[in-house]
């Protein structure tokens, strides 16, 4: 089962910011935060990972709480092609175990 | 570079046939991970092999599915006496190296099965 809860759906509007929210506050020391998005009917996508401190790609941010418990996703100027589930995931050594994910809605 | 190439990318069978799915890491990966996507819900690990050596099959049904990853060519996934339920998208995932903590794994496009 999924270590991390995420809220269902979530709307934004277009060339706002996108903040995608994750719990994951049983992860432990080894585990690393992961972000993947799945376009409908395409592959799952990376889109960024970090341990503990903030991480920036030309995708996205991603905000790690001090105490590691929770996570936000930050897509920065978010576009019609953002539309998809988004998955956090936690995951030290072991293969990732995907949930249920947020499916984001960008709305012009 | 060439991401993780999947094929076919459709899949018809019938009952009681066999398909078999194939999955190209990317250039300088040799890690391989499969994962099943039934229709309306998530990705659900199925097994995660080397070359020549699976490391992790505690996802795989235990008949009628098998994997490999010889030491030449791609990995295959095999179903064999397909039945309506395993309709699903198959995706394939792969690494340079042994799943450990702050590696990244990176998906192709999927096959998607579809049984008649």
């Known amino acids: 089962d999924a270590k991390t809860t995420q809220p269902p759906s979530m709307d934004c509007a277009e060339g706002r910011a996108a903040n995608l929210p994750c719990n994951h506050s049983?992860?432990?020391?080894?585990?690393?935060v992961y972000w993947y998005r799945q376009i409908h009917s395409q592959g799952p996508q990376y889109i960024i990972h970090?341990?503990?401190n903030n991480e920036t790609n030309e995708m996205a941010s991603l905000i790690i709480t001090e105490d590691r418990k929770s996570s936000t996703l930050i897509l920065p100027h978010a576009t019609l092609r953002d539309t998809a589930v988004y998955y956090c995931?936690?995951?030290?050594?072991?293969?990732?175990?995907f949930g249920k994910g947020t499916r984001l809605s960008v709305i012009a | 570079n060439a991401g993780v190439m999947q094929n076919p990318r459709h899949l018809v069978r019938r009952r009681g046939q066999e398909a078999r799915l194939r999955c190209s890491p990317m250039?300088?990966?040799?890690?391989v991970y499969w994962y099943r996507q039934l229709p309306e819900e998530g990705l659900k690990f199925m097994v995660y092999l080397q070359k020549e050596n699976i490391i992790d099959e505690s996802g795989m049904p235990k008949e009628r599915f098998s994997a490999e990853f010889p030491k030449e060519g791609p990995s295959i996934l095999r179903i064999q006496q397909v039945v309506r339920g395993d309709s699903a998208a198959y995706f394939c995932?792969?690494?340079?190296?042994?799943?450990?903590?702050?590696?990244?794994?990176?998906f192709g496009e999927g096959s998607w099965l579809t049984v008649v």
């Open positions: 970090g341990l503990k």
């Open positions: 995932a792969s690494s340079p190296n042994r799943q450990t903590a702050g590696n990244t794994i990176y």
């Open positions: 250039k300088g990966h040799s890690h």
């Open positions: 049983t992860i432990s020391g080894n585990e690393y």
């Open positions: 995931i936690s995951s030290g050594n072991t293969p990732l175990v």
